[in-house]
C-alpha cells in the first residue's frame, strides 16, 4: 500500500510563506506525476498544482504565480513552496498521484497538513 505523508502546514499571517512537503512510500514515486490538492471547510477538494514526472509544472489559476511546485525523486518527495499567502488558502493540503493532465489516480490519501492563514 502507498503511504503518502504530508508535513509542513501551520499558522500564518497573510503575505507569509510555508513550504510543504510529501513524502511517498514507494519507488514509483518517480514514474508518476504528483499533485498537490487542498480542501477548505464545506468545499470540495481541488487541485492546486501538479508536475510531471519529467518535471512539467501546471497550476490552479488562484495559486499562479504564488505557488512553485517541485520534486526530488531520490527522496521520493514533492514539494509545495507557498509566497504571498492569502487567507482564501486556509485549507487542509494533500498530496497524491495523477496523470500528466491532473487528473487523480491515487486511490488513497494521507492525513494531510492544515494550512491557516490569517488576516
Known amino acids: 500500500q502507498v503511504q503518502l505523508v504530508e508535513s509542513g502546514g501551520g499558522l500564518v499571517q497573510a503575505g507569509g510563506s510555508l513550504r510543504l512537503s510529501c513524502a511517498a512510500s514507494?519507488?514509483?514515486?518517480?514514474?508518476?506525476?504528483m499533485g498537490w490538492y487542498r480542501q477548505a471547510p464545506g468545499k470540495q477538494r481541488e487541485l492546486v498544482a501538479h508536475?510531471?514526472?519529467?518535471?512539467?509544472?501546471n497550476y490552479a489559476d488562484s495559486v499562479k504565480g504564488r505557488f512553485t511546485i517541485s520534486r526530488d525523486n531520490a527522496k521520493n518527495t514533492v514539494y509545495l513552496q507557498m509566497n504571498s499567502l492569502k487567507p482564501e488558502d486556509t485549507a487542509v493540503y494533500y498530496c497524491?498521484?495523477?496523470?500528466?493532465?491532473?487528473?487523480?489516480?491515487?486511490?488513497?490519501w494521507g492525513q494531510g497538513t492544515q494550512v491557516t492563514v490569517s488576516s
Open positions: 497524491n498521484y495523477c496523470n500528466a493532465a491532473g487528473l487523480l489516480i491515487g486511490t488513497s
Open positions: 514507494r519507488s514509483i514515486f518517480r514514474l508518476n506525476a
Open positions: 508536475i510531471t514526472s519529467g518535471g512539467s509544472t
